[in-house]
């Protein structure tokens, strides 16, 4: 009945039982993979994985349920009783504004600025492209997100470096990167301690919901 669209092969790991696409964290190939999927007959889409936080006082692993989807200026809302119910169902989670970004948010500035610009508790790549493809077809979505990245951390450049096209870690890659910018170490060793621990949220919130992610209970 349902899809879920995510960005990376970790987090699609997490749904058993449910049609999962990755998109690599390219916005493109998530709306080309939304489309594909409301065209297969999904009578609904799921944007999930981890996010970046923009709200002050957002700290890691906590869950967030978007009531909306801020494109610019533009605020796509998600289907409203799927997100009650999620909501009811994951106590634990914010609800709010979700921002949908063509890049990486990858500076408190940034940060700062999309929070600022449309309210927003979080932001991912992913979340625009699934909210625009079902506002077209007349489908519902819903956005269940988890904060790695609270808002005042930035963001390796060689985090996503360590991405590739199929969502799965270059993990060469970013060796190679390391050799020519080791003082990013660091930051990477602690983005991959962040970034732990909002899948276990995300895990832990896929369980509770079941491979329908809430949308069985409408």
């Known amino acids: 009945m349902i899809a879920v669209v995510v960005g990376m092969h970790s987090e699609a790991r997490l749904l058993s039982g449910s049609r999962v696409v990755c998109s690599g964290g390219i916005p493109a190939r998530a709306r080309e993979l939304a489309d594909q999927l409301l065209a297969d007959g999904a009578e609904g889409l799921v944007s999930f994985g981890i996010a970046g936080g923009l709200a002050p006082g957002l700290s890691t692993g906590r869950l967030v349920v978007g009531s909306a989807v801020a494109l610019g200026a533009e605020l796509i809302p998600a289907d409203p009783d799927w997100c009650r119910r999620l909501a009811q169902a994951l106590p634990q989670a914010m609800s709010g504004v979700v921002a949908g970004a063509g890049e990486v948010a990858a500076t408190p500035q940034a940060k700062q600025s999309l929070h600022?610009?449309?309210?927003?508790?979080?932001?991912?790549?992913?979340?625009?492209?699934?909210?625009?493809?079902?506002?077209?077809?007349?489908?519902?979505?819903?956005?269940?997100?988890?904060?790695?990245?609270?808002?005042?951390?930035?963001?390796?450049?060689?985090?996503?470096?360590?991405?590739?096209?199929?969502?799965?870690?270059?993990?060469?890659?970013?060796?190679?990167g390391l050799l020519r910018r080791p003082q990013e170490l660091p930051a990477l060793i602690r983005l991959g301690s962040e970034t732990n621990v909002a899948l276990r949220a995300l895990s832990a919130a896929a369980e509770c919901l079941g491979p329908a992610l809430g949308f069985n209970l409408l």
């Open 116 to 176: 600022r610009r449309a309210g927003a508790l979080a932001v991912d790549l992913e979340s625009g492209p699934v909210a625009e493809a079902c506002r077209q077809a007349g489908k519902r979505f819903a956005v269940l997100r988890a904060v790695a990245d609270p808002p005042g951390r930035a963001i390796p450049a060689l985090a996503m470096a360590g991405l590739g096209p199929d969502g799965r870690t270059r993990p060469w890659a970013v060796a190679a």
